[in-house]
């Protein structure tokens, strides 16, 4: 069975920043993508970004130039460092890691940008 486990949400101020870790535990097939989603009250959950096994990544336009997505494969873990952080990314934020037949989340965990 996996586990991912978030961690680094908070509040922060308009133009602040935020590191978000999420570590995986359990039998995890190494050739994964892993995922950042995020979800605000009333709307859907949306993908923030990406990473591929092999380094690729893929940005909402929304967060493009703003935030960073990178793994550290062995720790089984991946993180996503947002800068200038505006109100509009106030969410819960979900890592998510998947391969063929498998489909893992986390439990979320809040970041709100307000003054």
């Known amino acids: 069975q996996v586990q991912l486990v978030e961690s680094g949400g908070g509040l922060v101020q308009p133009g602040g920043s935020l590191r978000l870790s999420c570590a995986a535990s359990g039998n995890i097939f190494s050739m994964n993508a892993m995922g950042w989603y995020r979800q605000a009250p009333g709307k859907q959950r949306e993908l923030v970004a990406s990473?591929?096994?092999?380094?690729?990544?893929n940005y909402a336009d929304s967060v493009k130039g703003r935030f960073t997505i990178s793994r550290d494969n062995a720790k089984n873990a991946v993180y996503l460092q947002m800068n200038d952080l505006k109100p509009e990314d106030t969410a819960v934020y979900y890592c998510n890691f998947r391969w063929p037949g498998n489909d893992c989340w986390g439990q979320g965990t809040q970041v709100t940008v307000s003054s």
């Open positions: 990473i591929s096994w092999d380094g690729s990544t």
